[in-house]
């Protein structure tokens, strides 16, 4: 690529990056009770439901518990936390019966009676599914995506469809239709976005996992800012069938957040398998991986050049104690070169083309049900030259060419899941660093590789902290055993989540 290309590009993606963010109604202001917004009225109270799936599942199976008292319990927190802004849906009705169905039959796979949630982005049939946004009021599915098909035959009891960034095109979790979602450990910082109702449901406790979708990071940023797990798979792994895609490219995925890494391995097992009726799913299957007791034989690579560089402090010293707590438990820690500080904005400019053919006919037709900043972004993709669309292809192609590279004789690359820290909402239309966001996470949504991020820790103020691990393509169950592993080593230093509990008497 040449130096006037590249200059071309950067002036094309400057261009699209000034362009404001979505308007933030004032009366989305809060005003917290205490200074850091952290104080006990502000904690997520002690959840009744249990904090492991299969703990659960044993108990379910044991009659400890029923699935309509684990049921009943997430919607008493939905009712509890609406403050939050966590659903778009809450479907109290269906999921009871579904839980008294699943009481009184024999279990149908691992979520047989678990409470789960699905963003409003993926159909759920008979859900309106809105992405959060006016342009789609009213449009109710007819059927559900294959992954709430995969849901419903492992036994998952659906509890509602969460609320997400307008269009899924962003990365609070600040909409203007919808309203804020809240961060459940601060609810005057962002979630993030743009699953950021799936991440604060999660972290409240209302359901087990909650599917996300992520295109620029979009699972893995809200489950940072929310102190949970978030997992990205390999591209293709996961049907996108009933998804609203985001762009027309490979950059969609979806994919689960929980409270651990073994729910996330559980989930992927329920949701993982090619889709023919799905022209992104991939016919591969996941390579075979063997439990990780400890560190002692996984290489990691940290790549200091792009995603170890301009980071706030407060990260930066969360991050780095979180590298050296997995070399304490045996890990060998080694730099790696990963140089794309010159392309990603290069690459970003195909992003806004291929969004601009997603919402190219609702512009035409009904621009007034955009806010502002989100149509004049998606607008100016649809100003982009050809040659430049086809230019920022080439500079995502060397992207992915460089993150391959970077992986060859490691086992996981390890880096902060975002730069910075959540931001404040008041602050959020407003505030740079939010363009800062996805600069860890984007890259991987271009290369397809399986990204898994895991709370490292927290600020001096309490606002959790996640450190990303990127595995090798198809390589997803080494992946998550090597998280499983670091997730052990970081613990101590993750700020506490509510403790769960099951109830203990049948509905």
């Given amino acids: 690529m040449s130096a006037d290309e590249v200059a071309r590009l950067r002036a ?17 202001t809060f005003t917290p009770a205490s200074g850091d917004g952290l104080s006990g009225d502000h904690r997520p109270s002690r959840p009744l439901t249990s904090g492991s799936i299969a703990g659960t599942r044993a108990a379910l199976d044991a009659g400890e518990t029923t699935a309509l008292a684990l049921t009943d319990e997430a919607l008493e927190r939905a009712e509890r936390h609406a403050d939050h802004g966590v659903f778009v849906h809450v479907l109290a009705e269906s999921a009871r019966a579904e ?13 047989h009676g678990v409470p789960v949630t699905v963003k409003n982005n993926i159909h759920v049939a008979g859900v309106p599914t809105t992405c959060g946004s006016p342009v789609f009021a009213g449009r109710v599915a007819t059927t559900d995506a294959a992954v709430v098909t995969r849901l419903r035959n492992a036994g998952a009891v659906i509890v509602g469809t969460t609320n997400l960034h307008e269009m899924a095109f962003g990365s609070t979790s600040v909409n203007p239709y919808t309203g ?3 961060n459940p450990r601060a609810p005057e910082y ?10 604060a449901a999660v972290a409240l406790g209302i359901g087990f996992a909650s599917l996300g979708t992520d295109a620029a990071g979009s699972v893995r940023m809200p489950a940072s800012c929310c102190g949970v797990v978030g997992f990205k798979p390999t591209h293709g792994v996961v049907s996108l069938r009933g998804v609203v895609p985001t762009s027309m490219s490979h ?37 075979a991986a063997d439990p990780v007791t400890d560190l002692d034989d996984v290489v990691v690579g940290v790549p200091q050049e792009y995603f170890w560089t301009g980071l706030d402090d407060d990260v930066e010293r969360v991050c780095r104690a979180a590298v050296a707590r997995l070399t304490d438990a045996g890990a060998q820690v080694r730099p790696v070169v990963c140089d794309i500080g010159a392309l990603m904005p290069l690459q970003a ?11 190219a006919e609702h512009l035409r037709a009904t621009p007034e049900l955009y806010s502002p900043g989100l149509r004049d972004r998606l607008l100016a993709g649809g100003s982009v030259l050809a040659q430049d669309y086809v230019r920022a292809l080439r500079a995502r192609r060397l992207v992915v060419d460089a993150i391959t590279a970077a992986l060859v004789g490691v086992d996981a690359l390890a880096m902060p899941t975002m730069p910075v820290p959540p931001m404040r909402v008041a602050d959020a239309d407003a505030d740079p660093r939010v363009a800062l966001m996805a600069r860890h996470t984007s890259p991987f949504n271009q290369s397809g590789h399986p990204v898994v991020s895991l709370p490292a820790g927290a600020t001096p103020g309490g606002l959790p902290v996640g450190l990303q691990l990127v595995g090798h393509p198809f390589a997803d169950l080494r992946l998550l055993a090597i998280a499983e592993a670091a997730e052990t080593a970081l613990s101590r230093a993750v700020p506490a989540s509510p403790s769960r509990s099951r109830p203990s008497g049948r509905s």
Wanted: glycine share 8%; hydrophobic share 45%; net charge negative.
């Fill in 99 to 111: 839980a008294a169905r699943a009481d009184r039959c024999a279990a149908r796979g691992p979520l």
């Fill in 190 to 199: 962002v979630a993030g976005g743009s699953s950021g109702g799936s991440a």
């Fill in 349 to 359: 400019v195909a992003m806004f083309v291929e969004a601009h053919v997603v919402h």
């Fill in 251 to 287: 950059v969609d995925h979806v994919g689960p957040l929980c409270t651990s890494v073994a729910d996330a391995r559980l989930l992927l097992d329920v949701l993982a398998g090619h889709d023919r009726d799905d022209p992104h799913s991939d016919p591969r299957p996941l390579v």
């Fill in 12 to 28: 094309l993606a400057d261009r699209l990056r000034a362009l404001p963010l979505a308007d933030v109604p004032g009366a989305l």
């Fill in 180 to 182: 804020t979602v809240r």
